[in-house]
């Protein structure tokens, strides 16, 4: 039997970086997934290693379960029941395990994506031969939380090939774990998350794990419910960024300044309340919705201003400011910055004046050598399905 499940990528309308440090942020899933699938060998097989591969990368690894017996003998399978922290001893045991694959230069960036899938593999299901196939929607390392996305999807598969699982193998189709499935999944993603970005607030893996639109603050989520129609254009300006690098800086600048940068991360807090109050409002007519994208377009200024005194904003996400600027349509980084992925509001009260505005701002931005993309928000979360079951 193999399991598929599948997680999404998010956006974050306002509050990354300062979640980190307490204050509220307002985040969103969207329609573009990671997937993995998890089977493990028949006796017929005659396997005995851990597989990984990373389909769109074209690449493969293979672990012999000795190997894995060898370098983690402290490893005892929780059977996924109690999430936990990767130790210092057995980060260095993983890391020794990933330095011996001798990544393509171009590919070291994935060491810790992988790191992440040994140390949640191994602590759910041990030695245990498997192979688990990774592919994804998501541009990686740009903002869009491709991290948590993986680390989701892979707690998802492994944990639904436990004892624990109540799921209906012979369902077809996508299935969703119960509310108890779903918290240790995201627990489990979040330790995941923890290995990727060091210190990971925990937004990303929510938002994929149970999906919609959310306000988070200090790990506790609160669904936004919304009839607004609201609209983002996504740029990706593909300068590359380190999530966990650009947490880090931000971190460093609140120790050197410290009560300027809690100023910060409280302003911050006040917008995400405000922008998650606009979304929630009832809507009565298109005034009322032009009078809320104006606010939630202001807001999202101030929030690009705040970043800006994070440390965290690049040229090439002042160029996308510029010219959407030029269209007075309001834009913000989204994830961590320094570079990646740059969201806009786009205006929804006339469709036929808003449709000609982002056609033309779209043809600026692409003819910088950027990539944009309007996703759907506020979808689905984690998913799961399973095939071959007799
Ligand atoms: N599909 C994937 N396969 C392997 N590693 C992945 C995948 N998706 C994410 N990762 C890991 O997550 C890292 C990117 O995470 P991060 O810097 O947090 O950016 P973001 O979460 O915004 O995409 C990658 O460099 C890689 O280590
Ligand atoms: C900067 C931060 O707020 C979001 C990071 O998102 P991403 O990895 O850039 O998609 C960090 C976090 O909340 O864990
Ligand atoms: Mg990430």
Known sequence: MEVRARAPGKIILSGEHAVVHGSTAVAAAIDLYTYVSLRFPTPEDNDDALKLQLKDMDLEFSWPVGKIKEVLPQLGSTSGSSPSSCSLETTKAIASLVEELNLPEASTGLASGISAFLWLYTSIHGDKP???????????????GSSAALCVALSAALLALTDFSKLDFSHQGWQVFGDSELDLVNKWAFEGEKIIHGRPSGIDNTVSTYGNMIKFRSGELTCIKTNMPLKMLVTNTKVGRNTKALVAGVSERAMRHGSAMTSVFNAVDSISNEVAAIIQSPVSDDLAITEKEEKLGELME???????????????????????????LSTKLTGAGGGGCVLTLLPTHDLVLAGTVVDKVIADLEECGFQCLIAGIGGRGMEVSFSGFS
Do not use: F
Request: charged share 15%; net charge positive; hydrophobic share 40%.
């Open 130 to 144: 498997a192979k688990t196939v990774v592919t994804s929607e998501l541009p990686l390392g740009s903002g869009l």
């Open 302 to 328: 101030m929030n690009q201003g705040l970043l800006q005194c994070m440390g965290v904003n690049h040229a090439s996400i002042e160029t996308v400011i510029r010219t959407t600027l030029k269209y007075k």
